[in-house]
């Protein structure tokens, strides 16, 4: 994230980067998808409505991160959100990645480890469906995503740009697995990034 954090100071905005409840240095013993990740998302905000009181603000969010922040449901509602590489719902997501290391079979096996996620992790896989809370979000949107992602295929990431609300827009990167989407197409990447920001910060300035 640092790389995306040095563009955009160099265009003009403050950046501040997040480790998420049990990521990097924050505690916390168990990741748990984006459900307990969520509040990590809503402190951030209001960290940053009380430091910088009128300002406007924008999220983008990676993988979990964007998870985290849908699931979260922010009020206020941040003033614009980019969302890349996101699951819909978790049963979804661990089929997708069962698939990939087992083929069509390892789908199967999503019954068995989902029983398990509540006992495990206290959080139930109903509390893991950020393509429910996203009409909920409130803030404009731009949904992104590789079009050879097999951790959510592109389909997952139609349908969730279809339950988005408007102002929304689509961004399909061409080629793109689950990778660092900005390193993988940095020039494209921080451009449409600094118009989506432009437009619902600035103004369109």
Do not use: C
Not at 9 to 19: P, R, S, T
Not at 27 to 37: K, M, N
């Amino acid at each position: 994230m640092l790389r995306r954090a040095r563009f955009l100071n160099q265009a003009g905005y403050a950046a501040l980067l997040v480790d998420l409840p049990a990521h990097g240095e924050s505690s916390g013993d168990r990741i748990t998808f984006g459900a307990r990740e969520a509040a990590g998302v809503t402190a951030a905000l209001e960290y940053l409505r009380h430091e910088l009181p009128g300002e406007h603000v924008g999220v983008i969010g990676v993988s979990l991160g964007a998870a985290s922040t849908v699931l979260a449901e922010p009020k206020p509602a941040p003033d614009a959100v980019i969302l890349e590489s996101m699951y819909p719902t978790i049963e979804e997501a661990v089929a997708d990645r069962l698939v990939m290391r087992l083929g069509p079979l390892g789908a199967s096996l999503v019954p068995p480890l989902l029983w398990q996620l509540s006992l495990r992790t206290g959080v139930h896989a109903q509390d893991l469906r950020p393509i429910q809370h996203l009409p909920r979000l409130g803030a404009p949107v731009l949904i992104v995503s590789g079009t050879e992602d097999k951790h959510t295929t592109w389909a997952r990431t139609q349908r969730l740009f279809d339950s988005a609300v408007e102002p929304k827009e689509l961004w399909r990167v061409e080629g793109a697995t689950h990778v660092d989407l900005h390193a993988f197409r940095p020039e494209e990447y921080e451009r449409r990034i600094l118009r989506f920001l432009a437009k619902h910060l600035r103004n369109g300035a």
